[in-house]
């Protein structure tokens, strides 16, 4: 106690906050940085987790590289990205848009599109497979059939499923996304707008010249968080198709879900690490894409 | 002017902000029928899920919204078998730990690298940060291997660990303490009051808009958290909501109502949390979307 009483303010200020940092930093080293480390070490390895760890150099990554399944499963995920990005970007910027320019009851039609963000994936993946069941069963094929039109099959297609799939995984992102667009759209100045309106400019020049080109931050933001949870994906695809997973011949599955059954059904941890040190390249990939594409101006 | 609507973040007042009233007229009232009807479309899956929990078996491929003679039967059902009740009470109890724990340590960090000039700050705040780039997916299979190794498998502490902390909450706070006056930490310390005493009476207080964004994100995700509960736990006593829910819809099969009422039950409360606190957690999504 004498000891501390001596020291500076400064130095005090040191103590103080390497004893609040102590419990944190072990936290991070132990939870975070030692497992990131194991898991690129166990990449390079061939281990069942029962028998003996042996090293195998690049063994994992270049089966990886020969593996059709990895690229089918390669491919889902890029869909899942390469679809779903671009589709709730323009669905909630248009939503957005238009909420912003209403006032009447607008408080509940934020609600309306925002409820979805609040719910399990688990639990919409079951609503939504329901809904994708054959005639008599499924909400979708009976309202068709009370049209006269035919049944579509969703799940059970090699062609329809992924999108059958990526539907939930955008209606459930949209609110989210409108919400976070609505706050930026209000905040660009109203001076912008005035001074547009004493010009007479139209409304489509007032929203490709104004609008979106502040909008930047905002649509970068939405891009990489959006593009991150698609890449992420397995909640909705593993409980959509658990009697299959992955879907009809791998039609939807994603990274993940190859990653959770090499690592947690064919215990081939080696090949599983190999499979996420992957998946978190690709993510880093496009985290620096978006650090690059925001200093750009 | 009180502290609070100084150091309030300007990017949550955009709500507020009124806007002139334009005049009615025919385009404003299509805008306004066209959003609501895709505002009731978006909700439909979540009504079909609440109504056709309250149908009879005979009656659930009907595509009517409205149940005809509503029942609580499946609920009774669901409920009496006595797992879901359990799955509930674990994911409660999981979310609830992991949301306190966080809002401890995040702004515990976040206010030491916002307020204090130390060697290694800058290491720890880079540190932290990289983990964000870091995905859940690489980690579970050492998290595994390590649960393993000391017994923290099927547990709730096994469960738990790997959110205990997170970069992201940190983060959040640290961007919050910076709108708290340097001023007011000097004048708390002229006063006699130790640096914990500090952050906790005078620092906390000013950033409980900030503490509310989080505990919301972070109980969420905790509740709707699927993948690692699904790899640690392995008995169905252990079991979270959505893990048990996974099971369960495969083991009831066809039998989509008690399928939906066990989606119902894992769903309604955080719907009924967000209806009572909807403008606040729209508020905390956005604050925590722009500065997180």
Known sequence: ?297 | MTVTDIIRPSSADVFDKKRPKKPRNMGQIIRWLVLFTGGVLMVMPIAYMISTSLKWPHEVYNVNLIPVEPTVDNYTYVLEDGRFYMWFINSGIIATITTISNLFFDSLVGYTLCKFRFPGRTIVFIAILSTLMIPTEMLVIPWYLMSQQFGWLDSYWGIMFPGLMTGFGTFLMKQFFESVPDDFIEAARIDGLNELQIWWTVAMPLVRPALAALAIFVFLGNWTAFLWPLIVTNSTDMYTIPVGLSGFGDEADVAWELIMTGAAISTIPTLIVFLIFQRFIIRGVVMAGLKG
Do not use: C
């Open chain 1, 1 to 297: 106690m004498r000891l501390y009483r001596n020291l500076r303010i400064k130095q005090k200020q040191i103590v103080w906050a390497w004893a609040f940092l102590a419990v944190p930093v072990l936290f991070y080293v132990v939870i975070r940085f030692y497992p990131t480390g194991n898991a690129i070490i166990i990449s390079f390895q061939d281990w069942n987790l029962l028998g003996a760890r042996t090293w195998t150099g690049l063994d994992n990554y270049i089966t990886l590289w020969n593996d059709p399944v990895f690229w089918k499963v390669f491919k889902n995920t890029f869909a899942y990205l390469l679809i779903g990005t671009p589709v709730s970007l323009v669905l909630s910027f248009i939503i957005a848009y238009h909420l912003d320019k209403l006032r009447f009851l607008h408080g509940f039609l934020r609600l309306l599109y925002f409820l979805p963000f609040m719910t399990s994936a688990v639990a919409m993946a079951w609503v939504w497979r329901w809904f994708y069941q054959a005639v008599p069963i499924g909400l979708f094929n009976n309202i068709l059939a009370s049209f006269g039109i035919a049944q579509i099959e969703f799940l059970n297609s090699t062609t329809n499923s992924l999108p059958a799939v990526l539907a939930p995984a955008i209606w459930a992102g949209l609110g989210f996304q409108v919400i976070i667009f609505m706050a930026g759209i209000r905040a660009i100045p109203t001076s912008y707008y005035e001074a547009a309106r004493i010009d007479g400019v139209g409304w489509w020049t007032i929203l490709t010249q104004i609008t979106i080109p502040l909008l930047r931050p905002t649509i970068v933001f939405i891009v990489v968080f959006s593009s991150i949870g698609f890449l992420r994906i397995f909640d909705l695809v593993f409980n959509m198709t658990t009697n299959n997973p992955g879907g009809p011949l791998n039609a939807t599955k994603p990274l993940v879900l190859m990653i959770y059954d090499t690592a947690f059904n064919g215990f081939n941890m080696g090949y599983a690490a190999a499979q996420t040190v992957v998946l978190f390249t690709i993510l880093l990939v496009v985290s620096l894409l978006q650090l690059f594409l925001l200093r750009s101006k």
